[in-house]
């Protein structure tokens, strides 16, 4: 029972977290290409959401004390009380900025918020780490990726069903309102993580830093062996969903669906789908395994994704739009909670906060980088063509996870002594 509150603060922070990527990326999609937006500029709105793949370069200023007044709240605590004035602020100057009059005032704003977002990630990452036994991680993950599936609901199908009644400008205002849950649920929080000795003495230079936080965690992966195997893995694992997904609304634009037909597949079903997909993660995992569960996933992945040619033959049929997003929340949740196990799995005890960055920053580069030449892909090979090629992207994932399991068939390879 004295865990339960923990875990609950847990839940709400995922939902913190969770809040501002459908805001850079879902639903600025579907306002782009409502506005008429081009394909080509489209499929570049993946690249906005750089930073989260680039977080680990910040990550070690993050880890020491914060400035100023919010020092007294402690490392953690502190840094996540900075970070929230800015972030709700990159929110409501993308809530005033429109994508026909003011399209560089909206990336800005938009890579800005991607930027304290994925600051706030580390952060939010690192307490959870810190905060609880190994005993209770995986329960504290479950609960994180409970609130982050919530948070990415309503501010992807929530926020495109309020635009058909507030407009655009109105729903975004909306979300930088729920944004103030941040603040409030750090002022609340009773748990701050004590300053390891050994960390306080690394606190040093920047280029002490550099070598502490970022190069020693990562020879300490380079190290083991099947590294690069791994890193592979890591690397491929989500890339066919992910840019499957950077052209989805785009599709259903171009096949006739309209928004509130968008929000309503996107809403609690979906939701309902997510939360069974990451509740199925964790029993699949303690019964076969986090290595086999993965390529359940994968598997699982690729028919949500054989459901967008369904729906290409189909035309816009609601039920049938209903029936592939179901399946994509299910199989995104199912692979997002295994995947996240498995990179904390990676992670060394003394580098726990800093490798989980390293990798959680990794996983999403091939996205980030040839995300955005979807919108060209799509307009070169046709709809049918490049959901083809998305799902053939899933394909190496799984042969290298069937690689690692046959390399080490204990489990993860070893890390060094």
């Keep these: 029972m004295t865990h339960m509150r923990p875990l609950a603060t847990m839940g709400v922070l995922g939902f913190v977290s969770g809040l501002p990527l459908y805001l850079t990326f879902f639903t600025l999609q579907q306002w ?3 506005s008429g937006v081009s ?3 489209v499929g570049f709105t993946a690249s906005i959401g750089l930073p989260y793949l680039l977080k680990f370069l910040w990550a070690p200023l993050l880890d020491r004390l914060p400035p100023g007044p919010v020092r007294r709240f402690g ?3 502190g840094w996540l009380l900075l970070l929230q004035a800015p972030l709700s602020a990159a929110v409501v100057m993308m809530a005033s900025s429109d994508p026909d009059h003011s399209p560089h005032r909206l990336v800005i704003a938009a890579v800005a918020l991607a930027f304290f977002s994925a600051s706030q990630d580390v952060v939010i990452d690192a307490w959870r780490i810190e905060s609880f036994s ?5 329960a504290a993950l479950g609960c994180y990726v409970w609130g982050y599936r919530i948070a990415m609901q309503v501010s992807g199908a ?3 069903w309020l635009a058909g009644r507030l407009g655009w400008h109105g729903a975004y205002a909306a979300m930088a309102l729920l944004s103030l849950l941040g603040p409030l649920t750090v002022l609340t929080l009773q748990v701050e993580p004590a300053l390891p000795a050994a960390v306080a003495t690394r606190l040093g230079t920047w280029s002490e830093q550099l070598r502490a936080r970022v190069v020693a965690p990562l020879r300490d992966l380079l190290a083991r062996p099947g590294a690069a195997w791994v890193i592979g893995f890591v690397l491929l694992f989500n890339l066919g969903t992910q840019l499957a997904d950077t052209m989805a609304l785009p599709f259903y634009h171009a096949l006739g669906f309209v ?3 968008v929000a309503l597949a996107n809403g609690l079903p979906a939701l309902a789908a997510a939360l069974t997909g990451a509740a199925a993660s964790a029993l699949l995992v303690a019964r076969f395994g986090g290595s086999r569960t993965l390529i359940v996933a994968a598997l699982v992945q690729m028919a949500s ?3 967008y040619l369904v729906l290409y033959r189909a035309g816009p049929q609601t039920t049938m739009l209903l029936a592939k997003v179901t399946l994509e929340g299910f199989a995104e949740a199912l692979a997002q909670t295994t995947f996240l196990t498995y990179l ?4 060394s005890a003394e580098y726990t906060a800093t490798q989980y960055a390293l990798l959680s920053s990794l996983a999403p580069i091939a996205w980030r980088t040839l995300g955005g030449a979807t919108g060209l892909m799509a307009q070169g090979l046709g709809w049918r063509g490049f959901f083809i090629t998305t799902i053939l992207c899933a394909l190496p994932g799984i042969l290298i996870m069937v690689t690692l399991m046959r390399r080490f068939p204990s489990g993860l390879p070893p890390r060094p002594i």
């Design 32 to 34: 782009m290409t409502e």
């Design 39 to 41: 394909l080509r500029a």
């Design 75 to 77: 490392r953690r605590r």
């Design 134 to 138: 190994a005993r209770l991680q995986a």
């Design 158 to 160: 929530g926020a495109i």
């Design 259 to 261: 928004r509130d037909q």
């Design 305 to 307: 994704m054989g459901l």
């Design 344 to 347: 904390s799995r990676l992670c």
